[in-house]
């Protein structure tokens, strides 16, 4: 019995040196999801000192090719109808159909070039989804810019009743039309349409709208001079969030006079009932969100906007959040008090507390810099990458991803493949996703080099 004691208040003093010897690095593990348990009896004493469960680290990843022969200069967006094939957006405006083993079907899904305009190489057909009752509900929706008077139109269409691989061209509802920015030489702005679109898991369609230029490179006009990332009585600026199957309350800022019903404002919607606001608003203070995305596990949402002087930003909303967030725009570009460049513009702005700046950010101010929003990564193929959210630059030809650090913070690591040269990757213009949440990247390509491709995500090798 003497033996077991000595043994016993032996094994405790190790336990207090090893406590001791750890010091302040106790709390930071059992933070880190630790398990420290003592376990005794007479006969036995079993101690387990802490364990750290770390993420694995972040994966390299590259892209190979999928399905080529795509007459575009530009794919800007990949969707799924909710079984195996994908549908291609070319900014020409058609949608082209992949079969499963990558072979793409010779007739267009989708024409509608002729009511696209394609002017600036940032308009043009922007972004596609599928109703998520799809086939039941045979509708799926599209948002481009269009030839009358450069507004951002958001249609609706139906898919053939007797053929799954083509829309029926005759069936195009007018959702909205949002009027673009007038510049000061009377003409519309071109740039910063964003168009991307998600369904969330409350059934409601999210769209990401650009605050409608203009543009410093392009048009030689800095900031929002129309104040429109953060008024409230435009669309421009926003992600909005509507309800395509009815039910809430009618239109407000449809462009339309607010007399169609082919969609209604939910009542949770945080300017819903604001007269002085646009009740499609979920959101406000964005630049140019080009491309956006839900994770289909958490509703998490993560919002590529691209930055003009100073910053590129990820943005984020947590699932099950509440609407009404302002990220920014213009009185901030990320975490950069833009009125400092633009003091005038202080008069529309309030202090930092009124708004809810990147999880990520990074530096634009000293070369080209474009951000490209992508997907949380819900495949099987890598379970590395699993939970991850890859996006790419535009302009620097490189992957990134972003992961939770378990307490309230994100790290962001570097994914490119430093094998794979990043001229390969310039131009990366879209993300996509398959039904069982692998991922693919299209590209902008120079016009007249021939077809676009179509690629294929995938680690390339081990992490450990």
Avoid at 108 to 136: A, C, K, M, R, T
Avoid at 213 to 238: F, H, V, Y
Avoid at 374 to 382: D, E, K, L
Wanted: a negative charge; one cysteine or more; charged letters at 15%.
């Amino acid at each position: 019995m003497q033996k077991v004691m000595v043994k016993y208040i032996f094994l405790v003093i190790c336990l207090v040196l090893v406590t001791v010897f750890v010091g302040g690095q106790v709390q930071e593990v059992a933070q880190a999801e630790t398990a420290v348990s003592i376990l005794a009896t007479a006969e036995d004493t079993f101690v387990y000192l802490p364990v750290v469960l770390r993420p694995s680290p972040p994966p390299t990843v590259q892209i190979v090719p999928f399905a080529t022969g795509f007459n575009t200069d530009t794919i800007t967006d990949i969707a799924h109808a909710h079984d195996g094939r994908l549908f291609v957006t070319q900014r020409e405006g058609r949608i082209r159909v992949v079969n499963p083993d990558g072979s793409v079907l010779p007739d267009p899904f989708l024409d509608i070039h002729g009511n696209v305009s394609l002017d600036n190489w940032e308009q043009g057909l922007l972004g596609l989804v599928f109703h998520p009752n799809y086939p039941q509900t045979p509708y799926f929706y599209v948002s481009y810019t269009s030839r009358n008077a450069y507004r951002i139109a958001v249609e609706r269409y139906t898919v053939s009743p007797t053929n799954p691989n083509e829309a029926d061209p005759y069936s195009g509802v007018l959702l909205m039309t949002i009027e673009k920015a007038l510049l000061p030489n009377g003409l519309w702005s071109q740039v910063h349409n964003a168009g991307d679109m998600t369904f969330g898991a409350d059934g409601y369609l999210y769209i990401a709208i650009g605050d409608g230029g203009p543009d410093p490179a392009s048009e030689n006009i800095p900031g929002d001079p129309n104040n429109n990332g953060q008024r409230l009585n435009t669309l421009l600026g926003k992600i909005l969030r509507i309800d395509v199957d009815g039910g809430g309350l009618p239109p407000q800022c449809n462009g339309m006079g607010n007399t169609q019903t082919h969609y209604t404002i939910p009542p949770t919607n945080p300017y819903a009932y604001n007269a002085q606001a646009c009740g499609e608003i979920w959101a406000s203070g964005l630049r140019n969100s080009w491309r956006f995305s839900i994770d289909a596990v958490t509703g998490d949402m993560f919002i590529g906007d691209v930055g003009e002087e100073r910053f590129e930003e990820i943005n984020y909303q947590a699932g099950g959040a509440a609407g009404g967030v302002n990220y920014g725009w213009h009185c901030y570009e990320g975490t950069f008090d833009y009125t400092q460049l633009k003091p005038e513009y202080a008069l529309h702005c309030f202090g930092p507390e009124q708004y809810v700046f990147p999880v990520f950010e990074y530096d634009n101010s000293t070369t080209c810099s474009s951000v490209v929003g992508g997907f949380v990564y819900r495949g099987q193929a890598y379970p590395d990458l699993y939970g991850r959210y890859l996006f790419a630059d535009f302009c620097a030809g490189e992957f990134k991803t972003l992961s939770t650090d378990y307490a309230g913070g994100w790290v962001e690591a570097t994914a490119s493949d430093p094998a794979v040269p990043t001229s390969f990757l310039f131009g990366i213009s879209t993300f996509g996703e398959d039904v069982n949440g692998e991922l693919y990247a299209g590209k902008w390509v120079p016009p007249g080099s021939g077809s676009n491709t179509i690629y294929r995500v995938i680690v390339s090798e081990p992490t450990r």
